[in-house]
């Protein structure tokens, strides 16, 4: 835990109360907020997992307008850090700015001036910002007492929202001094949540996840033996749904395909994906965001920063990759709280396609002595930009590899991404042993959460409490709202309380090491563990061979 000064002493709850009723209107603070409010004010550093508009933003406002000193928020989207600076100011919390590559160097000097003057209780980065060594130098000296990441989940590399240069944030944080460090994220399961309090370094936090329910949301899951079927299914039932709506698909060539379909049919929809020109991409996002198109029919690419109350379904045409990524998704739906459709079309071949991207191969031998020879041949630290043209390979490539050599060891990343070698004497091939045994367990753990995929779709239990248990939020099925529950289908046939493995609680397995109890189904326990993912195994033989022992609980 990191020191607490009289200056972060907490203040009395009256003082939170009264920022949050001034400020905010706020008549009181929602689930989860002053629970981390209360751990920044003390100067812990605080993970926080809520859904959007749970009031995340809410947490670091009222905890940096009681913490004397400027607060830096990292930040990944311009329009994000523009809605924050406008929000701050119309709620008179003090003055805020941001800094990012829309801002020209005029407004950045004036932006830093004001910072180094005391005059900003708020600064807004976008993350490639503190790789700007006069930037990063003056952020340095204006002492921040507190450090934001939002939309945290960037920084893992499990899912399709990492960015490379979320990579830097953890020795940023330790070079300013390691000022209380708050980490916000819509969505992170436990894999996730470690790598982010690794990452960024982050001291005996305090983990605060809540109101992972989303009860408006109706779950429902709709199975075809023929993938033809299943197509033609799909797009009947989203040419017949209240608009406006967003569709999911797994390939570029699915998106365009029924987009086009559905435009045939008189529906006003529009293709999104990485592979279309910028301007497209962002003519498709304006159209849909004012409501002059209906359905965005979109790969992975479309979602993140976006914010469309009104949306009424959210369609997987195809299967999410893993359940973090499906409820992230689905999550875009009925964020006005009115009723919305999460409804996934599945046909069991589509696990294929998931399978296969989970199974990728370990770096090449001659790309990892290529990378290497590179860092330590270059006269100055080189930065990812600098190693890829070199390689001839992506920045994310790059970055990827960059993250496995320095999760072993081998490369270190400074705060302003310089890269440089942390173990001199290990030579490629032992690298290379070491890398192709951390890609192995990888891939292991990201079959098994291929795996739950799966059986959240063909389950016949309550879809929300699956998919909760998952996120660790216990609820009591039924819920009411998701198929199953609808069809009479739940039972509860085992006594979760009565288990010597409670939810949340740590075990230890003879051949898998420790893991943390997921989840029951029926007389089923599903466990995470860190080397070999999710395994469901029979409680009924857990429980007679004496497979797993109890090790404690969570934090």
């Given at each position: 835990?990191?020191?607490?000064?009289?200056?972060?002493?907490?203040?009395?709850?009256?003082?939170?109360?009264?920022?949050?009723?001034?400020?905010?209107?706020?008549?009181?603070?929602?689930?989860?907020?002053?629970?981390?409010?209360?751990?920044?004010?003390?100067?812990?550093?605080?993970?926080?997992?809520?859904?959007?508009?749970?009031?995340?933003?809410?947490?670091?406002?009222?905890?940096?307008?009681?913490?004397?000193?400027?607060?830096?928020?990292?930040?990944?989207?311009?329009?994000?850090?523009?809605?924050?600076?406008?929000?701050?100011?119309?709620?008179?919390?003090?003055?805020?700015?941001?800094?990012?590559?829309?801002?020209?160097?005029?407004?950045?000097?004036?932006?830093?001036?004001?910072?180094?003057?005391?005059?900003?209780?708020?600064?807004?980065?976008?993350?490639?910002?503190?790789?700007?060594?006069?930037?990063?130098?003056?952020?340095?000296?204006?002492?921040?007492?507190?450090?934001?990441?939002?939309?945290?989940?960037c920084i893992s590399d499990w899912g399709?929202?990492?960015?490379?240069?979320?990579?830097?944030?953890?020795?940023?944080?330790?070079?300013?001094?390691?000022?209380?460090?708050?980490?916000?994220?819509?969505?992170?399961?436990?894999?996730?949540?470690?790598?982010?309090?690794?990452?960024?370094?982050?001291?005996?936090?305090?983990?605060i996840v809540q109101g992972f329910d989303?009860?408006?949301?109706?779950?429902?899951?709709?199975?075809?033996?023929?993938?033809?079927?299943?197509?033609?299914?799909?797009?009947?039932?989203?040419?017949?749904?209240?608009?406006?709506?967003?569709?999911?698909?797994?390939?570029?060539?699915?998106?365009?395909?029924?987009?086009?379909?559905?435009?045939?049919?008189?529906?006003?929809?529009?293709?999104?994906?990485?592979?279309?020109?910028?301007?497209?991409?962002?003519?498709?996002?304006?159209?849909?965001?004012?409501?002059?198109?209906?359905?965005?029919?979109?790969?992975?690419?479309?979602?993140?920063?976006?914010?469309?109350?009104?949306?009424?379904?959210?369609?997987?045409?195809?299967?999410?990759?893993?359940?973090?990524?499906?409820?992230?998704?689905?999550?875009?739906?009925?964020?006005?709280?009115?009723?919305?459709?999460?409804?996934?079309?599945?046909?069991?071949?589509?696990?294929?396609?998931?399978?296969?991207?989970?199974?990728?191969?370990?770096?090449?031998?001659?790309?990892?002595?290529?990378?290497?020879?590179?860092?330590?041949?270059?006269?100055?630290?080189?930065?990812?930009?600098?190693?890829?043209?070199?390689?001839?390979?992506?920045?994310?490539?790059?970055?990827?590899?960059?993250?496995?050599?320095?999760?072993?060891?081998?490369?270190?990343?400074?705060?302003?991404?310089?890269?440089?070698?942390?173990?001199?004497?290990?030579?490629?091939?032992?690298?290379?042993?070491?890398?192709?045994?951390?890609?192995?367990?990888?891939?292991?753990?990201?079959?098994?959460?291929?795996?739950?995929?799966?059986?959240?779709?063909?389950?016949?239990?309550?879809?929300?409490?699956?998919?909760?248990?998952?996120?660790?939020?216990?609820?009591?099925?039924?819920?009411?709202?998701?198929?199953?529950?609808?069809?009479?289908?739940?039972?509860?046939?085992?006594?979760?309380?009565?288990?010597?493995?409670?939810?949340?609680?740590?075990?230890?397995?003879?051949?898998?090491?420790?893991?943390?109890?997921?989840?029951?189904?029926?007389?089923?326990?599903?466990?995470?563990?860190?080397?070999?993912?999710?395994?469901?195994?029979?409680?009924?033989v857990v429980t007679e061979e004496g497979?797993?022992?109890?090790?404690?609980?969570?934090?």
């Amino acid at each position: 835990m990191s020191e607490t000064s009289e200056d972060k002493a907490e203040p009395a709850p009256s003082k939170i109360d009264q920022v949050a009723a001034k400020s905010f209107g706020f008549e009181r603070l929602r689930p989860g907020q002053r629970e981390a409010i209360e751990a920044v004010l003390s100067g812990r550093d605080t993970l926080v997992v809520m859904p959007t508009g749970s009031g995340k933003s809410a947490i670091f406002q009222i905890a940096g307008t009681l913490t004397p000193g400027a607060t830096v928020v990292v930040s990944p989207l311009i329009a994000l850090q523009q809605d924050q600076v406008e929000s701050i100011e119309d709620l008179e919390l003090g003055g805020a700015a941001q800094i990012n590559s829309a801002v020209g160097a005029r407004k950045r000097e004036e932006v830093l001036a004001h910072l180094e003057q005391a005059e900003l209780e708020f600064i807004f980065l976008a993350p490639e910002q503190l790789a700007n060594e006069e930037t990063f130098s003056r952020v340095r000296d204006a002492c921040p007492t507190l450090f934001i990441v939002d939309e945290a989940h960037c920084i893992s590399d499990w899912g399709h929202d990492f960015r490379p240069d979320y990579l830097r944030l953890g020795a940023a944080i330790e070079e300013l001094g390691h000022p209380t460090t708050i980490a916000l994220t819509a969505t992170a399961a436990p894999p996730v949540r470690s790598e982010i309090v690794e990452r960024l370094g982050m001291r005996s936090p305090a983990v605060i996840v809540q109101g992972f329910d989303r009860p408006n949301l109706h779950l429902t899951v709709e199975r075809h033996v023929d993938q033809d079927e299943k197509r033609q299914a799909a797009l009947d039932w989203v040419a017949a749904a209240e608009k406006p709506g967003i569709v999911y698909a797994a390939t570029r060539r699915a998106v365009e395909e029924a987009a086009a379909e559905l435009t045939a049919r008189g529906v006003r929809a529009v293709p999104y994906h990485a592979g279309l020109p910028a301007v497209e991409r962002d003519a498709a996002q304006t159209s849909f965001m004012s409501d002059e198109a209906d359905v965005m029919v979109a790969t992975i690419a479309f979602g993140m920063g976006i914010d469309k109350p009104n949306v009424r379904f959210v369609v997987h045409y195809d299967v999410s990759d893993s359940i973090d990524a499906y409820y992230q998704e689905i999550g875009r739906a009925g964020r006005d709280g009115l009723p919305a459709e999460a409804k996934l079309f599945y046909h069991p071949n589509d696990l294929n396609l998931r399978r296969f991207q989970a199974s990728g191969g370990a770096p090449e031998e001659r790309v990892i002595e290529e990378l290497l020879a590179a860092v330590r041949d270059n006269p100055t630290d080189p930065n990812i930009a600098d190693l890829a043209p070199t390689l001839d390979l992506s920045p994310r490539t790059v970055s990827r590899l960059v993250t496995q050599l320095e999760d072993i060891g081998v490369l270190r990343l400074s705060a302003e991404g310089k890269i440089t070698t942390a173990s001199k004497g290990v030579g490629v091939d032992a690298v290379v042993s070491r890398l192709t045994e951390a890609h192995e367990r990888r891939q292991t753990i990201e079959r098994t959460r291929v795996e739950m995929m799966r059986q959240y779709a063909e389950t016949q239990t309550c879809r929300r409490e699956f998919i909760l248990s998952y996120f660790g939020q216990i609820i009591e099925p039924p819920c009411g709202n998701c198929d199953s529950c609808e069809a009479g289908g739940v039972h509860t046939s085992l006594d979760v309380a009565a288990t010597p493995y409670p939810i949340g609680s740590l075990v230890d397995h003879a051949a898998w090491g420790e893991g943390q109890v997921i989840r029951y189904e029926d007389h089923k326990i599903v466990v995470l563990f860190e080397d070999a993912g999710y395994r469901t195994l029979s409680l009924d033989v857990v429980t007679e061979e004496g497979l797993l022992r109890p090790v404690g609980r969570t934090s």
